[in-house]
């Protein structure tokens, strides 16, 4: 059986456009231990986003494959990056909307960590894609307020979605639109299909 190690809707969607089957498992890590350490290993040294994000889902997907000895378990991670800063997910409006103008006029990075656990299956590996916002005028400012007053910011790290309404926010992306959706595509069923997996037809 394959597993994934996440809630997330839209890392579900994604493996269901790969035409997998698979079931959903929720991994309980401490994601907040996890950074707080990993901020104690990088202090001396040039901080890496790769290896938090590689931490993260292999943390995820250790833990579901714990209790599941005998299957395939995916977990992943996302993160944004700004200026070597991680945003997570804003705890209010006002936060989100913070976010997301300090990210207008720029380029960030978003970090999605992919781990397989299972039987003779041990890979943790990272995929970045850059991402650049149109320009803070009157038209990102009323764009901001609308994605903020629905809601969707709320649950997604650096406060948007680039599936959702977010996508209003966005002049460009260099690299995978599913990498900052939550699990890079490509890279994730050509591993998977070489590990003997099978995808639907239909």
């Known amino acids: ?15 269901e456009q790969m035409g997998l089957t698979f079931r959903v498992e929720t991994a309980h890590v401490d994601e907040a231990a996890i950074q707080s350490q990993w901020e ?5 040294q040039a901080r890496d ?18 209790r599941h ?12 990056v700004w200026e070597g ?16 103008c300090s990210l207008s006029g720029h380029s960030h990075e978003v970090y ?9 299956h041990d890979l943790v590996f ?8 149109n320009a803070l005028d009157s038209y990102q400012e009323a764009a901001i307020e609308a994605y903020v007053a629905s809601d969707q910011a709320q649950d997604k790290a650096g406060a948007y979605g680039i599936q959702d309404r977010g996508a209003t926010l966005v002049a460009g992306i260099k690299g995978d639109f ?20 099978t995808f639907d037809q239909a």
């Open 69 to 80: 000895p005998g299957d395939l378990v995916l977990g992943a991670d996302t993160i944004v």
């Open 40 to 44: 104690i290993d990088q202090s001396r």
């Open 112 to 120: 999605t960590g992919v781990a397989l656990q299972g039987p003779g």
């Open 126 to 133: 990272h995929d970045c894609t850059q991402v650049t916002f």
């Open 85 to 100: 800063k991680i945003l997570g997910k804003p705890h209010s409006h006002e936060e989100a909307k913070a976010m997301l």
């Open 1 to 15: 059986m394959f597993i994934l190690a996440s809630q997330s809707p839209r890392r579900r969607q994604i493996l």
């Open 178 to 197: 599913y990498t900052v959706m939550g699990l890079p595509l490509a890279k994730t069923r050509k591993l998977l299909f070489s590990w003997g997996l």
């Open 49 to 66: 986003p790769a290896s938090l994000v590689e931490a993260l889902a292999r943390a995820k997907a250790q833990e579901v494959a714990s």
